[in-house]
């Protein structure tokens, strides 16, 4: 980085002297400057963070974004010393200016030259961290109340009476009744646990919150009740907030500046606005054409194809260029420099020299993926029924502890060459549904008809032959393929169990025809392979084969996408949609997200609490929602669209508000 | 295409031919991964089964002769170990006795595991009205009093040989191993490969032999080591007690006569020092064993305790991050 340090340098001057002018004389409170980290491993080292420059300013919030595995953590954590060792800071600084520590530090308290004693210091009572899943870390056996407790006592010098006063101040800050401090963890929500984990940090009064993914896992609704109240937080307390996601569209509603990192380096940085109307790294530009959008004409996105590179490599030149629409030869030997976008406003840089803001995507990038049924619903017309559930119905539990009605009383359709999408939050019935119409469980009440005529999939006689027409694709990529077995083994296995009825023999041909039908080629590299060798995506498209070995009519899609990358995602719902053209399948896509229902399916239905409350068609349920339960849940999906012209986050929060009564006094 | 056809092709020729090597190879490999720990525990035991082996006819007395002695012989050069009261080497004493402690121990461990394996999956797998009547047998025999239920039975039929403490041994040792695979397997049987399994249409007896079982592997070796101890421990106490056939030698019985010879009140410690330190010994190899197993199952309780070597000095996990900043320092 030494060569980028002079037009980085400059453009950060700049950054300041234009906050200067806004936040007063103050500088950067935490000032990162080529920061370089590596883990030591036997197979050579993981070089996870390169030379990376991130100012936070007072009062602001810093949104850092990319794909998974692109170090993210790594940088934060390695920025105040929290990494394990086989992780080593190899270079740069890491300076904290901190109000408190001001008379003691007066150039700033220097944290990789920092003692034992000054860092735990730094992390208690200046820099608060949220971590990753934090909201599962919670001690399960103790109550909230002693949790928070505890956390105040240990950096605090504090009587009794007044760390209980603290601890039920911090747990109303967070927006929950300080009766629910008596609870055990596992008697809260997921997005309680989160406050809680938020209002810990909290405690000690920060001066920096770094928030690793806070609300993943989260659904939307939730999300955004918690966002909103850590932007009120910030504003009345007046901390910074590094916010990591790898939802670059959640960071255009919460951030006043957009990180994007690729592969351990910063490959454009821009205040929000800028990112908001398209940013200008081809990464960025992949990024954002990666989320399906809730309003405008239902596009085809561009995605990003392929996967990250190794980070153990030290090759020069541009790492994004193997999956770079607008590659040329001299990006094998570019100089990865963060400098200023010419014409974009101040602190605007990008790593990419050969880019322009706005310039288009090159033809060739948008040929990749070809608009696949996308937009263009065949309706129920001439493309006969397969399978209907009629008023299904489940019920878990009964004796003391009485009954759980998951499901209460669904009835769906699904016809050949048609996507009929399921949308809900966790925990309305989704996947239970999906499981009754597989036939993994054994429903409570309710029909299914295949072809007309009522079946019980759950029989004994009966399952292997109702499985050679209805198939399932697990959520999650990593746990569906057993870790033992190879690729060939799985396909075997599927082909040999339907080759009386498909007239296929498990052969290595039929193997490879199934892998190339999922786009797995070149198909010798990934016969043999074993699942933990393989991407997220690579695997979901093993799981996809495993499901079409059988030639089905019926596919159930249990989010099939949810446990990707953003930029995966796309490839894989188009690989879906492509698949269904081709062999005429019925397709139940099951997820929470709604952006992504109005991409791939041609009816919507709204599930909440086991129940359907609203269904029509995608294009026209998305834009004219009925349901007060439908508007809240589109209202609370991260749409870059709707804020282009907005302050961050407010616009959507008040929609919310309106409407969250309604369904609440419902 | 031709030549191709009558040649049988090169590389299955090689795993034809090179399968033993290859094999060899599979197991060099998973040695070099061990911990320590197993390693030590390994090649103790392995020392005890060339004992068993070997032991009878390395034995350089007839264990049984006697001569016309009446003190024990503390260890000398012609009786390494010592002897016992009536002028038996104690060394030969043990190398001839070892085999049946280690036979004890390992058909036990075989035919415990095998019912454990069966028990457990039957009833984690299947559940319902199944897992139920299979949990309520195992948690009945688990609560039995093994060693003074033992010694009622064999009270009866002092004498008998290995053949019925190996039988009482294993009817009694497999609960708990059951108890903690039918756990496992509960848990495996929501896991998404598992139901992925059923959705192909994989028949139950496929899903439980080729999905479930290679994943628990670990578990099965864990318990199978465990019911090995307890079964050895178990047997030589048992013979310590005279409850066995006193006529065929082991480690426990060689206890048995130092014992009721009085060696204690003697003063001829290596008349029990001896045979209860091959005990331990063995004892210990399974314990390391055991540990080896879970730290190999559970990489974390590894990582976590070594401290690093990174640049000139060694990192406590503890410690925050690192900073070389100079990188020749790191690789020197
Ligand atoms: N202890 C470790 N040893 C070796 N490599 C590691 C270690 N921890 C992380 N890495 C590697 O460092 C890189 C960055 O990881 P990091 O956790 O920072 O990613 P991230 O951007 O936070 O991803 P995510 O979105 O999944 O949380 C990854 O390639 C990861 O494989
Ligand atoms: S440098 Fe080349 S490969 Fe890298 S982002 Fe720019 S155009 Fe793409
Ligand atoms: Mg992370």
């Known amino acids: 980085m030494s060569t980028a340090s002079d037009p980085t340098a400059a453009a950060l001057t700049e950054v300041r002297s234009t906050d200067q002018l806004r936040t007063g004389p103050a500088g950067p409170v935490l000032e990162i400057r080529g920061l370089d980290i590596a883990y030591r491993s036997d197979l050579g080292d993981v070089r996870a963070v390169r030379g990376v420059d991130l100012a936070l300013h007072p009062g602001k919030v810093v949104g850092l974004c990319g794909e998974s595995g692109c170090g993210k953590s790594t940088l934060a954590y390695g920025a105040v010393r929290l990494l394990r060792p086989p992780a080593i800071v190899t270079g740069g600084s890491v300076v904290y200016h901190g109000k408190r520590l001001e008379d003691r530090h007066p150039g700033g308290f220097d944290v990789l030259a920092a003692s034992d004693a000054g860092l735990k210091e730094l992390r208690w009572r200046e820099i608060a961290i949220v971590f990753q899943s934090a909201m599962n870390s919670l001690n399960p056996v103790l109550r909230v109340e002693d949790q928070i407790m505890d956390g105040i006592r240990a950096h605090m010098k504090m009587g009794h009476e007044q760390v209980h006063e603290r601890a039920r101040e911090l747990i109303e800050m967070v927006g929950i009744e300080p009766e629910r401090l008596r609870a055990y963890p596992h008697e809260l929500s997921g997005g309680m646990r989160q406050r809680v984990m938020i209002a810990m940090a909290l405690s000690v009064d920060p001066e920096v919150v770094i928030m690793d993914e806070p609300t993943t896992g989260l659904d939307v609704i939730v999300q955004k009740e918690i966002l909103r109240e850590v932007l009120e937080l910030k504003a009345r307390l007046g901390f910074s907030v590094l916010f990591i996601t790898h939802d670059l569209s959640l960071l255009l509603e919460v951030a006043d500046q957009v990180v994007v990192m690729y592969a351990g380096q910063v490959v454009e940085t821009a205040p929000t606005i800028e990112v908001r109307t398209g940013g200008t790294h081809p990464y960025t530009r992949g990024l954002l054409g990666s989320f399906p959008r809730l309003r405008g004409p239902r596009v085809q996105l561009t995605g990003i194809p392929g996967a990250p590179p190794d980070l153990r490599s030290t090759a020069a030149g541009c790492p994004f260029q193997p999956r770079c629409a607008f590659a040329r030869d001299a990006c094998a030997t570019v100089d990865m420099v963060l400098a200023p976008v010419a014409g974009a406003a101040a602190g605007h840089l990008s790593a990419c020299p050969f880019v322009a803001p706005g310039e288009p995507l090159p033809a060739s990038a948008i040929a990749i993926n070809s608009p696949t049924g996308v937009g263009s619903d065949p309706g129920t017309e001439g493309s006969e029924l397969v399978l209907s559930g009629v008023d299904l119905r489940k019920d878990y539990g009964g004796g003391r502890r009485g009954v759980v009605s998951a499901v209460k009383g669904v009835s769906l359709d699904l016809h050949r060459g048609r996507v009929v999408a399921l949308v809900g939050e966790s925990g309305s019935g989704k996947s239970t549904i999906a499981k009754l119409l597989a036939g993994q469980e054994r429903r409570s009440g309710g029909h299914i008809l295949l072809d007309g005529k009522e079946i019980e999939p759950s029989r004994r006689g009966e399952f292997r032959r109702y499985k050679s027409e209805v198939q399932m694709v697990f959520q999650d990529p990593f746990a569906s393929l057993n870790p033992l077995h190879t690729v060939r083994y799985h396909l075997q296995r599927a082909l040999s169990v339907h080759s009386v009825r498909t007239g296929r023999k498990p052969t290595v041909t039929e193997i490879d025809r199934l892998l190339d039908q999922v786009k797995l080629n070149p198909v010798e590299k990934f016969r043999d392979a074993y699942p933990h060798e393989l991407s997220g995506g690579q695997r979901q498209r093993v799981s996809i084969a495993r499901a079409l070995a059988a030639e089905p009519r019926v596919l159930l899609a249990d989010e099939p996408v949810s446990m990707l990358d953003v930029s995966i995602r796309l490839e894989i719902l188009d690989l879906i949609a492509e698949l269904r053209t081709k062999f005429r399948l019925a397709i139940l896509y099951i997820t929470h997200d709604i952006a992504s229902a109005r991409y791939f399916a041609d009816e919507i239905l709204v599930m909440n609490r086991g129940e359907i409350v609203e269904r029509g068609p995608a294009e026209a349920l998305v834009q004219n929602p009925t349901h007060p339960y439908t508007q809240l849940l589109i209202a609370s999906s991260p749409d870059p669209d709707t804020f282009a012209s907005e302050v961050p986050g407010q616009a959507a929060m008040f929609v919310r508000d309106g409407l969250a009564k309604e369904v609440a006094s419902e | ?332």
């Not at chain 2, 008349?271 to 990489?299: K, Q, R, T």
């Open chain 2, 1 to 332: 295409m031709s030549t191709a056809t009558l040649t049988p092709s090169p590389t299955r020729a090689a795993t034809i031919g090179g399968w033993p090597l290859a094999f060899l190879r599979g197991v060099l490999a998973t040695w070099r991964r061990l911990p320590l720990k197993a390693k030590i525990g390994i090649t103790i035991l392995v020392l005890f089964i060339l004992v068993a082996i070997f032991g009878p006819a390395l034995a350089p007395y007839n264990p049984n002769t006697t001569t016309t002695q009446s003190v024990p012989e503390a260890p000398n050069i012609h009786h390494l170990f010592g002897t016992d009261s009536s002028g038996g080497d104690i060394l030969s004493q043990m190398l001839t006795g070892t085999r049946s402690t280690v036979i004890v121990g390992l058909v036990t461990g075989v035919v415990a595991t095998i019912l454990s394996v069966l028990v457990g999956i039957a009833a984690g797998y299947l559940g319902g009205y199944a897992d139920e009547g299979l949990s309520l047998f195992s948690n009945i025999v688990l609560v039995l009093p093994v060693l003074p239920l033992l010694i009622v039975i064999l009270a009866y039929e002092p004498h008998s040989g290995s053949t019925v403490t190996i039988a009482l041994l294993s009817a009694l040792g497999w609960p708990w191993g059951a108890r903690v695979i039918r756990a496992q397997t509960m848990s495996l049987r929501n896991r998404d490969f598992v139901l992925a399994a059923r959705e192909v249409g994989e028949p139950a007896w496929r899903i439980i032999v080729f999905e479930l079982m290679p994943n628990q592997i670990g578990l099965i070796a864990a318990s199978f080591v465990g019911t090995v101890l307890y079964a050895i421990l178990t047997s030589v106490a048992l013979a310590f007690l005279g409850l066995t056939n006193l006529s065929v030698w082991s480690l426990g019985v060689i206890l048995y006569w130092a014992q009721s010879g009085s060696a204690v009140e003697l003063g001829a410690w290596w008349w029990y020092v001896f045979p209860g330190m091959a005990v331990a010994f063995l004892g210990m190899s399974l314990v390391l064993i055991n540990f080896g197993l879970d730290e190999l199952s559970n990489p974390r309780l590894r990582a976590s305790r070594s401290m690093r070597k990174l640049g000139r000095r060694n990192w406590r996990p503890a410690d925050p991050t690192p900073v070389i900043l100079d990188y020749a320092e790191l690789n020197r």
